[in-house]
């Protein structure tokens, strides 16, 4: 079964920053667009950030704009999520998927998901 692979997630102070990795071993990612979404302790799953497959727009929810940052690199078929100036309110799992199009920073027409990293942002 295809799916990708995040990887990156960790315990941060408040302030810090993390990198998550988001990449597939059997298709190449620059084909999809591709979105970030995290899952809070009790919460549902919300979508974070957005990357279109063809002009290659980006697009943030309001929570994580000027902070998180959504980026690719086609020769590592790999997209990642720069989190910086973290809050103790980012703390979740954070999954990328695969999909058809970004609407806005959500993703819809989901094909391939992750199993998800787990980020915490503690003192």
């Known amino acids: 079964q295809l799916q990708l692979v995040e990887s990156g997630g960790g315990l941060v102070q408040p302030g810090g920053s993390l990198r998550l990795s988001c990449t597939a071993s059997?298709?190449?990612?620059?084909?999809?667009?591709i979105g970030w979404f995290h899952q809070a302790p009790g919460k549902g799953r919300e979508g974070v950030s957005c990357?279109?497959?063809?002009?290659?727009?980006?697009n943030y929810a309001d929570s994580v704009k000027g902070r998180f940052s959504i980026s690719r690199d086609n020769a590592k078929n790999t997209v990642y999520l720069q989190m910086n100036n973290l809050k103790p309110e980012d703390t979740a799992i954070y999954y990328c998927?695969?999909?058809?199009?970004?609407?806005?920073?959500?993703?819809?027409?989901?094909?391939?998901w992750g199993q998800g990293t787990q980020v915490t942002v503690s003192s």
């Open positions: 998927v695969a999909g058809y199009s970004c609407s806005g920073y959500v993703l819809y027409g989901a094909y391939y």
């Open positions: 059997e298709f190449t990612l620059e084909n999809y667009a």
């Open positions: 990357i279109s497959t063809t002009s290659g727009s980006t």
